[in-house]
């Protein structure tokens, strides 16, 4: 059994470093994700499924803003009516999607479309909103809904403008190799990456005949976002990842993501199925004023970025943001890689970190040396305040429960024939 | 004497650690250098003084382009003829200016302003060419004159333009902070502050009047020359330095800088001499086709860079360097600011570099314990080909050489009213 797994294995971490993720449009999600094209009313959100009534108050917050932006409302309490009857909900993950904390996405939003070159599928991830009071963290006041209208009508339109003047679109992985030599880990530190975009953009929207004024504000949006490119990220993992799970064979985990309530994992072997367990309060640091009482429950699709060996995982990458998120100094950085290490099957090639003297960046978690060690991953996290419209008030690391890793071997060692470690 | 050695030395620390360098303005070098302001042709040159004679071939090659550029002669061999008899040469630091490489600077090249805001003075210093033939490196056919030209006006006009839209002119020090923790050393890396740089401009180049195509263009330029922030760096460095300077005691070195044929310091207590010895040649890697026989020796003020502790005294902030450079990997560049530890008073707290576990960047090089440990400072630097007009043909590290410290340290000796220590 662990040589066909092994070789499994093997063939997925093949397609995760040699994945090619290319920016090719920015649109509004209805026309990419076929659930959100009709005239019912869907949301899409962070992690495995949940009902509205499940969800943290950030996360319910998020979808009263989404209701407000939609017009599907006038107030919030309408809106909180609507959401408790009229509204369906489904996870991002099942329509080709991620979304960032909250990951409530609503038909209108304008979303990237980022395109796997190597086996030409697709995934979809709003554009990050910058930091303060935004949707993903909960708030939903005039000001977030005024932006998410900007980034429909504005933003999106014009970065799609600009994109489709690459002829073979905008290439992520180039960039992604560049910026983890600059100490991104590209999920609580994109500043290298969002940089290296910015000034990319900078000659191709000149190119176009969007207003000037236009180009100026959608430019200065681009230079004052250094957190613009998570969200590219995490499209760019979501395409990598759905090409590897299409070998349906092995232990590797191909999602992990959390919904405030439950931590989800997929497993390479497993097909679809969410193996999950309660999720944990991420620690950290807090913003002034704000404290580990007012932290919400761990969420968000972002952790796509981990499961493909980024964030935490990679956290020697980024040793700068290792005091962001109270994950000590360089030492400590170094050893949380390390740590890491134990529990993947390689590293990529393609991804070589400078800080770990060059070795690749971790590569395929294994849920059988999860469950082994006892390691789980680490996730690099923004912190929400429990209390809605409030927003990010922290960042910090949180674990991957354990127990959803050992629902996930247990299913794995029945569908292999062969009986479990307890047995 | 030891102990107001000290005290002077801690003075020029503290105004180097909190120099205010800003980018003010982008004009033609005659505009703000007299000595190029007036009829006579003269031409500023890399390192201590030197004749037309005693120069590198592709320093010789720089200045032919130079005279080409300004229009002093028509061709080559009119160009040399001129060269030998009737240009004045002059060094860049005896002009408030650096010059990367040859650092061949005539009255109508472009050149960054530099004002450093702690005690008002400025440095100027040419911008960057981006790679391949350019005439730092001693290239000069037809290409190279013609992007002099567009620099001149094109790219300096606009950035000039850009630049005066930000009310207390562009900041360098924030910059310099970011960027370090981006794996720049501000010598032969400067990927991360090329991409910052390049980013902030963009909304202000689209808020000017300035043709969008010409916009377009001079984006695509920041956007691909990775090393443009190199200039500003060193011009930011020559303001900090000659701002320290201004204290005329210690044994800290004030400037480090090379033609070709001698290595020369300046040191805090000692003025305006030069301490000179014969430069070494680099010893690095070299691009395909070329090898260390053809390696020119060490020229360029850009070790500017080295004197206020950044380039190789800053090698462990940029791990990704080392190899490009041919140190070795993350422990070797580790050890190389180990070792320039032992040669500085003390660490810049305004430059936290996190891979050195947040650590400031080596600050103040103490000729004393330059001569003490017999430890020279290391250069990190691109290798011109001996033979003009080529270009770069790799890049490398050097070693400032001992006996130009040991000089320096017998004048002191002889200000303090010491006996040397050989007596």
Redesign the interface.
């Known amino acids: 059994m662990d040589d066909s797994i092994n070789a499994a294995n093997e063939a997925i971490t093949e397609l995760m470093s040699s994945g090619q993720p290319v920016l090719v449009d920015v649109v509004r999600a209805r026309d990419v994700i076929d659930v959100l094209a009709g005239d019912s009313k869907v949301l899409l959100h962070a992690g495995p499924p949940i009902t509205f009534d499940e969800m943290t108050p950030p996360m319910q917050g998020s979808c009263i803003g989404a209701v407000l932006f939609e017009g599907w409302a006038q107030n919030e309490q309408e809106a909180r009516q609507l959401l408790a009857h009229d509204v369906t909900f489904t996870p991002c993950h099942h329509h080709g999607a991620v979304g960032p904390m909250g990951g409530i996405t609503s038909p209108n939003m304008a979303v990237i479309v980022v395109e796997n070159r190597l086996r030409g599928n697709r995934a979809y991830c709003t554009m990050n909103e910058g930091i303060g009071k935004v949707l993903r963290f909960g708030a939903y006041d005039a000001s977030v809904i005024a932006r998410l209208e900007w980034m429909r009508d504005i933003l999106g339109p014009s970065l799609a403008q600009a994109v489709r003047l690459t002829p073979d679109g905008y290439a992520l992985t180039p960039l992604i190799a ?1 910026a983890i ?3 991104d880990e590209f999920h609580q530190r994109n ?2 990456a969002s ?2 975009f ?6 191709l ?3 176009t005949d969007i207003d ?2 236009v ?3 959608v ?2 949006f ?2 004052d976002t250094d957190q613009f490119f998570l969200n590219l990220a995490m499209a760019a993992c979501k395409s990598i990842m759905d090409a590897a799970r299409t070998i349906e064979e092995g232990s590797i985990v191909t999602a992990m993501t959390r919904n405030g309530k439950d931590f989800a994992i997929r497993v390479s072997g497993l097909g679809d199925e969410w193996f999950t367990a309660p999720v944990n309060t991420p620690k950290g640091l807090y913003f002034t004023g704000y404290s580990q009482d007012e932290a919400c429950p761990d969420m968000g699709d972002s952790s796509i970025t981990e499961t493909f060996g980024l964030g935490g995982m990679s956290m020697i990458a980024a ?2 943001v ?2 962001f998120v109270g994950a000590g ?3 400590d950085a170094l050893a949380t890689s390390d740590e890491m290490d134990e529990i993947v099957v390689g590293h990529n090639a393609n991804l070589s970190i ?5 070795q690749g960046a971790p590569l395929g978690i294994d849920i059988r040396k999860v469950v082994a060690t006892s390691i789980t991953p680490i996730i690099n996290t923004g912190i929400a305040s429990l209390e809605p419209g409030v927003g990010q008030i922290g960042a910090g690391t949180v674990r991957a429960p354990l127990a959803c890793f050992v629902k996930a071997l247990e299913a794995l060692a029945v569908k292999y024939g062969v009986t479990s470690t307890d047995d």
């Open positions: 560049r030599t600059m100490g500043i290298a940089a290296l910015a000034k990319d953009m900078g000659p929207l000149a190119r000037r004024s180009v100026a504000d430019l200065q681009l230079a040793p700068g290792t005091r100094g360089f030492s400078p800080t770990w003297d060059f």
